[in-house]
């Protein structure tokens, strides 16, 4: 073989190396453009995420892999590093995981709002727009009860409501309350199997197939609103997180675009979450 013919073979060698190398680097390049995004079980069992992020990855080209937990877990999954972004709805845990540095900033995304559900028959005769009253009936009824009792933004919230009632669930839980530790739909299944109330996001409620005799009796109370925040989980503490593909998701759900696409989620023509960014 001639000097040039061997010069010019492994020319086509090296070349040909190089592109090899090019297209096994992009190609890693595009299976590493993700995000893992902890987020509530509303916003998954509702279908929200369903609808809403091959609109985010067809914007950006960003995947997101969504774990959802109750919303303390999610935050106590960020906590630890094990996700990017964090889209959730108990907004005093949320202010307090910015505090604590683990992200920089919160913003506000989307509300809807919770209801509470129980047989069409209403046994406890709670039907109405107070929330505080129907838990005060419930309770000392002794009617059953289905807590999602894990730590979610809608447990924290029940809570709350408990504790307007005057009910101490740390003293003595009324005799009809039951924790299933749990998802949403999980808990409104045990409640339709058993004929129980529960609290409920009504996006969810929508969603969920499994309704049997269950039916919204209480809704309307202004201390029943639900709103979610969304953050970025702060790379100071982990030095792994994605910051820049995780802000580019922050940005858009906050977006015009990302605010439209929430707000374009209906099912039978009820729209589910209702977006408020900067609100």
Known sequence: MSLNRRTTSITGLISSLFLTLSLLGSTAFAQNKFIVMASTTS??????????????????????????????????????????????????????????????????????????????SDPAGVRGNDAVAALKKLASTGTSFVSRGDKSGTHAAELRYWKDAGVDMAAAKPAGYKEC?????PALNMASSSGAYVLADRGTWLNFKNRGDLGVLVEGD?????QYGVMVVNPA??????????????????????????AS??????QLFFPNAGG
């Open 265 to 270: 989620y209906k099912i039978g023509g009820e």
């Open 237 to 262: 503490k982990h030095p792994h997180v994605k910051k820049d593909l995780a802000q580019a998701f922050v940005d858009w759900v906050v977006s015009p675009a990302g605010q439209a696409a929430i």
């Open 222 to 226: 202004k201390r029943l609103f639900n």
């Open 181 to 185: 530790g749990c998802g949403m739909g």
């Open 43 to 120: 916003t998954e069992q509702s279908g929200l995420f369903a609808h809403l992020l091959p609109a985010f990855k067809q914007a950006s080209g960003i995947d997101v892999r969504v774990v959802a937990l109750g919303t303390g877990q999610a935050l106590d999954s960020a906590r630890r590093g094990d996700a990017d972004v964090v889209f959730v709805h108990d907004q005093a845990a949320e202010e307090k995981f910015v505090a604590e540095g683990f992200s920089l900033k919160r913003l506000a995304v989307m509300y809807n709002d919770f209801v509470i559900i129980g047989p069409k």
